[in-house]
């Protein structure tokens, strides 16, 4: 049976008939909708959902049944049953109509059918008219139902008597319902109670002009009322707030009246959000249902959207019942499902906002047995939660590499440009250009991420500051582009790092080979003082190139370092007759560490003529010409002490001997500062008989050879056969000696010949002259040898 409802009094109807409707306003569009329209039938009540369409024109709402078309305002809606509901960050409007609104067809309080005509702007302003109808089978209802929704309070009731026995008295209940419907509206009386006080007895129409609605069903009795309303009261139940309505319906049947009382309680618990939870809380007993009746709990089901669910399926959920002696308090985990996200930009801020549409029932009975189920539907958000960014600066100075954690970023957020120092590039570009950008999961968390950039501290976006003595400071601004994938939303986060470094860097000689050495040059730095030049393990200075034979100029400018060939701190490899590699090494090490930290090295090709060198490997080698002293000798007729060894090259007037220091019959004598080696490079004569020419044992030239090396840098001395000093020796070269023939050679004594402190000249026979280095400062001298005697 259909039956309306008439603002400011009600109308029973028992028969309808089909009404003629305007074709051309009901006809369902022949465009598909701009957005998708969900219908489903809940627990108590019937939910349209719909999404905002692209225009953002809200979607609206018409009831529709025989006898027209009824827009559902939100006045309209509260009185009828219907709660409409607005969700912009959501993109949703969502419309509920209670099994007893107005307009729906109730058959027995069984089946209920609902028509709806929704009405969507598309972006051109023009109206599109969708119909949306749909039939809901439900459970029988209890006793009493108590609906507490958004924006209005329902209670109904069973119109059977309670203390009826015989099915006379039913009919006789039945039959006032259908006078009340036929006869004049006096035959209905509303009496509303407010503190214990009676108000005077008004008609239904006089409760309506109030906010107060009756309605009648098949079989129950119907009262509703928005929050808020005159003779509404609130009470303190238990410490929560409590909205109580209470009201008695009656009306006179021959010499009968029949009362009913509707009493209808609701919790006005707004919720709250403690950061992870949404909590709501209702009296443990909603004491103001009770009617001075024992009153007790039964059972209590939360649930999401008008489910309920069963106490596992909560339990699954992360659902929550805390029941105390007064209070009960439901919670919602806000990350659970049947929670809603939203994410948006508010102020260049990103936020998060969760809403939850609590669906909560209770079940109450009194001493008699009887049932009221108390049912809420409340709509929950959490507020905007900001989900702020945040920047670590991980830069280990060593590596010279900025590290930013930027951590905190949702899972539905991307990074998508950074901003380095002013300069925008995309993360793609950034990433081709040699950046890293890593993208990783936060520590326990599976919705945030983080992103780790890294960029060196040479790279040209890098901004780099003298501070003082050598310190220097680098910066990095980095602006980071995130947007929500979904939205296209962009929000950013600025972070700045610095790093102050000791970052000056070792000066590197540029250097040029010249016919007579190796030539060192470099211009003055700012910040030469942090830095000391080495060669060796001394330091350079005018008193050791003075020493060495270094020609060292050094002005307010430049710093020039003419190295001549033979003089200390060269090494000679791949010595042949023809050309020699000479190399020599300059070091800058830290002025205070004493750490070396750059070599500054030069080698170069030499013409050999004639040399002496004493390696640190315990290997001499002798170029000499001996036609100097013997000008018919033919070189390839020479030896070594022991007469196998014998030259390695020889050309038309010189030799080439390279050989161990223990072998080739070499000499070695010891003091207690140096080590001396000794062997001679010796010219056998041929002379002539009158049967044919004889080479005599007697040699005719001997030059002596000597390299000495302090005891003291000496790490081996032949106990495991192996020579290892520390640097290359001292080389000496006695003038070769012209022995009479047929004369045997008188050998002096052997003693260490110590090397004489000065750069000197070989001028006489007897002298010697010296090349190689030391390891000692007090022994390492400027010795020089050359062709003529001379650089």
Not at 48 to 55: L, Y
Not at 645 to 668: A, H, K, M, Y
Request: glycine share 6%; aromatic share 12%.
């Amino acid at each position: 049976m259909a039956f309306g409802f008439v603002l400011g009094g009600v109308l029973f109807l028992c028969a309808v008939t089909c009404a003629l409707l305007d074709a051309k306003r009901f006809q369902q569009s022949t465009t598909l909708p701009q957005v998708p329209i969900e219908v489903q039938c809940k627990a108590h009540s019937l939910s349209v959902s719909v999404d905002i369409p692209p225009s953002g024109s809200e979607p609206r709402f018409e009831a529709i049944d025989a006898t027209g078309v009824y827009p559902i305002t939100e006045s309209y809606g509260a009185q009828c049953g219907y709660t409409y509901s607005v969700h912009p960050l959501l993109g949703r409007v969502i419309l509920r109509a209670s099994y007893f609104s107005c307009h729906t067809d109730n058959q027995n309080d069984e089946v209920f059918s609902f028509m709806f005509g929704v009405i969507i702007v598309d972006q051109s302003g023009e109206e599109l008219f969708f119909n949306v109808s749909e039939t809901c089978s439900v459970r029988p209802f209890s006793p009493r139902e108590v609906i507490c929704e958004e924006n209005y309070m329902e209670v109904s009731v069973k119109t059977d008597l309670p203390c009826s026995t015989s099915g006379s008295v039913k009919e006789d209940f039945s039959a006032a319902f259908s006078v009340a419907r036929s006869s004049a509206v006096e035959t209905w009386q509303v009496m509303l109670q407010q503190g214990g006080q009676l108000s005077e007895v008004m008609s239904t129409e006089d409760a309506a002009a109030l906010g107060y609605f009756i309605t009648a069903t098949p079989g129950r009795l119907v009262f509703r009322t928005t929050f808020g309303q005159p003779y509404a009261s609130v009470k303190m139940v238990s410490g929560v707030a409590v909205e109580v309505v209470e009201a008695t319906v009656f009306f006179r049947q021959n010499w009968m009246v029949v009362m009913v009382d509707l009493v209808v309680a609701c919790s006005l618990d707004k919720g709250s959000f403690d950061g992870y939870r949404l909590h709501w809380r209702t009296p443990a007993v909603m004491t103001p249902l009770a009617l001075q009746s024992e009153f007790r709990s039964q059972y209590i089901s939360i649930g999401v959207d008008g489910e309920l669910l069963d106490e596992q399926a909560s339990v699954d959920r992360g659902y929550s019942l805390t029941a105390s002696e007064d209070t009960i308090d439901s919670s919602i985990p806000i990350a659970a499902e049947g929670a809603i996200r939203k994410s948006f930009v508010t102020d260049g801020v990103y936020n998060e906002l969760y809403t939850i549409q609590l669906t909560y029932q209770q079940s109450f009975v009194d001493q008699r047995g009887v049932e009221t189920k108390y049912n809420v539907i409340r709509q929950m958000a959490t507020p905007p939660i900001p989900r702020l960014p945040f920047s670590i600066n991980q830069t280990n100075p060593e590596e010279r590499v900025f590290t930013v954690y930027l951590g905190n970023i949702p899972f539905d957020v991307e990074l998508v440009a950074i901003e380095l120092n002013g300069q925008e590039i995309s993360v793609l570009t950034a990433m081709q250009m040699g950046f890293s950008i890593t993208r990783v999961q936060e520590d326990g968390s599976d919705i945030t991420f983080a992103y780790i950039l890294r960029v060196p501290f040479e790279d040209q976006f890098v901004v780099k500051q003298y501070i003082t003595e050598g310190l220097f400071e680098y910066s990095l601004e980095v602006k980071w582009t995130l947007n929500i994938i979904s939205q296209m939303e962009s929000y950013y986060h600025f972070s700045s790092v610095t790093a102050f470094v000791q970052d000056i860097l070792p000066f590197v000689f540029d250097s040029l080979c010249a016919n007579n050495g190796i030539r060192f040059m470099k211009n003055h730095q700012e910040y030469d003082y942090l830095w000391d030049v080495v060669v060796g393990h001394y330091p350079l200075t005018q008193q050791l190139a003075s020493e060495r034979g270094y020609i060292m100029t050094n002005d307010s400018t430049s710093l020039t370092l003419d190295v001549p060939l033979f003089t200390i701190g060269f090494i000679y490899e791949n010595i042949t007759l023809q050309q020699f590699l000479g190399t020599f090494e300059l070091l800058t090490r830290n002025a205070k560490t004493l750490e070396i930290k750059q070599s500054s090295a030069k080698s170069c090709l030499f013409e050999t003529t004639e040399l002496l060198v004493c390696s640190s490997e315990g290997v001499m080698t002798v170029v000499s010409d001996i036609t100097k002293a013997v000008p018919a000798a033919n070189p390839a007729r020479t030896t070594l002490l022991d007469p196998s060894c014998r030259p390695q090259e020889t050309d038309e007037t010189r030799v080439l001997f390279s050989f161990g220091l223990n072998t080739c019959g070499t000499r070695f004598q010891i003091d207690q500062q140096y080590v001396t080696y000794e062997n001679e490079v010796i010219f056998h004569e041929l002379y002539s008989t009158d049967s044919k020419p004889v080479i005599t044992r007697d040699a005719a030239y001997r030059m002596t050879v000597r390299c000495i090396y302090p005891v003291s840098g000496i790490e081996s001395l032949f106990v495991d056969r192996k020579f290892r000093m520390g640097t290359p020796g001292i080389g000496q070269i006695k003038d070769p000696v012209k022995v009479p023939p047929q004369m045997p050679m008188q050998l002096q004594k052997q003693t260490v010949m110590k090397p004489s402190y000065q750069a000197v000249v070989a001028k006489k026979p007897a002298d010697y002259v010296h090349v190689g280095q030391w390891s000692s400062p007090a022994d390492e001298r400027a010795w020089s040898l050359g062709p003529n005697g001379n650089f």
